[in-house]
């Protein structure tokens, strides 16, 4: 079966590329995108087969939460499903989201009791990369942080340390690996890692080193290379939680209409909240300053075809509650992506996104506004589940004309699957879906082309 008759067997429809804006044609952007329920084809070898120098790699994050280890406010203050469900409103309401949009997460109940709280689909989307990996060639794969839920390794919760990175991190892949069992998967650090301590995060390191099939750098940040010479990709993997401990901000308060807060107001009138990191978190000896050296030395050097930069947090996304973080890690890392990096790729928001930046106010030089947008993927749906605001990404678009909001697909759960064409100089990014009913079926939901950027 060749690729354009699986498509044809996943995809029930194609929206029209004259759906799409002229600024998105513009800039070389080809895609087309699919609402179909129809499921992969489990069995066709010879699709998976490949004999290109293409490099093929799925990408999920925010993959460790289960149930049987909730946040403890759930169990100290708990609710029975109706409650949970009107507390999502609550907050709904009160970030000024339409109330024309709200949805929630699948609820868990459990067993003997009334207390509710969000299912996780962690194991779902375990079966559906599993099962996209029938047909597709996965040669590794990117975990994009919070590996660990709610607090990472050691938290103080009385449970066992081994059994949890077990649970959290192995459990939902095993059916990926008992069928790909080289795949490597390199895990970068998130927030919820970073909860408990730097001794969690070191055990979480330890863990990782003792598997066969994960990778992550004793520092938090590293690199690797995969592929031939001259057909090869560079990873550079951050932790993005360092980065932003090291940094003042404030998180300010969304307007009523989805625009960003004014700082200054918001100090006056005591709305404004100063992120404030644990003293664990803290860089120690400017780590955080060698690792952003570290990038922007690497990016520059490397002799890599394609360099690909990944980490936890967001440069951009249209959640409406990371955007204060955004704005400190755009500043921090676009100088370096926008001048040497194919593609940026991210979780935290707990949905799948794809934007683009054109790098127009990071250019060092005339020449560099002529490059390719630098494209930002968003996939952090592999167990969680959250809602966009659309106010929100109407008005980041009407004040930011460097970004672009290309798709998304919010209130799921999925992941990524991206293709390095070595012939055609593209990148190629698919994203896939897996029901609410946990049966782990995958289904296409979008598919986009971009441009390599860096000649």
């Known amino acids: 079966m060749n690729k354009q008759t699986l498509k044809k067997n996943i995809m029930q429809r194609k929206f029209p590329l004259a759906a799409l804006s002229l600024s998105l044609l513009s800039v070389g952007f080809i895609a087309s995108c699919s609402n179909t329920n129809d499921n992969m084809a489990a069995t066709n070898a010879t699709e998976k087969e490949s004999t290109s120098k293409n490099i093929n790699f799925l990408a999920f994050g925010d ?81 994009l942080g919070d590996n660990i839920y709610p607090d990472g390794a050691g938290a103080d919760d009385g449970k066992d340390d ?50 066969k099939n994960f990778t992550l750098g004793d520092q938090g940040y590293y690199k690797y290379t995969i592929g031939e010479p001259d057909n090869d990709v560079e990873f550079f993997v951050l932790d993005t939680n360092m980065l932003l401990s090291g940094q003042v901000f404030h998180e300010v308060p969304l307007n009523k209409d989805g625009s960003e807060g004014d700082l200054a107001q918001a100090l006056n009138d005591g709305r404004a909240e100063l992120e404030q990191p644990e003293a664990h978190e803290l860089p120690i000896t400017d780590e955080d300053e060698k690792q952003l050296a570290w990038l922007a030395d690497g990016l520059e050097n490397s002799t890599a075809k394609w360099k690909i930069v990944y980490g936890h947090h967001i440069l951009w ?71 966009k605001h659309t106010p929100f990404a109407e008005q980041q678009a ?58």
């Open 398 to 455: 009407k004040r930011y004309p460097q970004y672009t909001l290309h798709w998304s697909q919010s209130f799921t759960w999925g992941f990524a699957h991206v293709e390095l064409d070595n012939e055609a100089d593209k990148l190629n990014v698919e994203f896939y879906t897996t029901p609410r009913d946990g049966s782990g079926k995958a289904n296409l939901a979008a598919e986009f082309s971009f441009d390599k950027r860096i000649k």
């Open 162 to 211: 081994q059994k949890r990175m077990d649970d959290l991190i192995l459990a939902p892949v095993k059916p990926l690996l008992a069928e790909n069992p080289d795949l490597m998967i390199y895990s970068a650090l998130g927030n919820h890692d970073w909860k408990s301590s730097r001794h969690g995060v070191a055990l979480q390191t330890q863990w990782m080193k003792e598997q």
């Open 63 to 143: 993959g460790g939460y289960h149930v049987d280890y909730p946040k403890i406010k759930h169990i100290k203050y708990p609710k029975n499903k109706e409650e949970f469900i009107e507390a999502e409103k609550a907050d709904w309401v009160e970030d000024y989201r339409p109330m024309s949009e709200f949805d929630h997460a699948p609820i868990y109940v459990y067993p003997n009791t009334d207390i509710a709280t969000e299912q996780g689909g962690a194991q779902a989307v375990g079966l559906a990369m599993t099962e996209v990996c029938r047909v597709k060639p996965c040669e590794f794969a990117l975990q």
């Open 317 to 387: 996304s249209i959640g409406g509650t990371k955007y204060s973080e955004g704005h400190v890690l755009r500043e921090l890392l676009l100088p370096s992506l926008c001048e040497y990096a194919d593609a940026y790729v991210a979780g935290h928001e707990h949905d799948l996104e794809l934007l683009s930046d054109d790098c127009s106010l990071y250019s060092k030089n005339t020449a560099a506004n002529n490059k390719p947008v630098l494209p930002l993927i968003i996939s952090g749906a592999a167990a969680k589940m959250r809602g």
